[in-house]
């Protein structure tokens, strides 16, 4: 018999932690499987949705589609393949950041 299964779990931790999680500022509707759809042909479901916060955009990427969108939640660039974003010069990215 394995006795490990007996041992307390080492990484449990047994009273909450005194940092809380920030509650959110913004809310907006971002991408869905219907953009991939719409710009690849292809829906993925479901989305899986993943992005960054930057100090003015937000940048949010789902399978195969991108978005760039400012604080406010207005979308200032896509949809578009994910796939372009490969192919970017440094100029594009630095207009990101004004």
Request: charged share 15%.
């Given at each position: 018999?394995?006795?490990d299964i007996l041992r307390p779990d080492p990484a449990?931790?047994?009273r909450?932690?005194?940092f809380r999680t920030a509650k959110p500022i913004q809310n907006f509707e971002g991408l869905s499987d219907a953009d991939n759809e719409n710009v690849v042909?292809?829906?993925f479901v479901p989305p899986?949705?993943?992005g960054d916060v930057g100090?003015?955009?937000y940048v949010q990427m789902i399978q195969a589609v991108s978005a760039v969108y400012d604080k406010?939640?207005?979308m200032m660039l896509g949809p578009f393949p994910t796939q372009r974003r490969l192919g970017w010069g440094w100029e594009h990215r630095a207009s990101l950041t004004d």
């Open positions: 018999m394995d006795t449990w931790q047994a909450q932690g005194i042909g292809i829906r899986d949705p993943n100090p003015n955009h406010a939640g207005n």
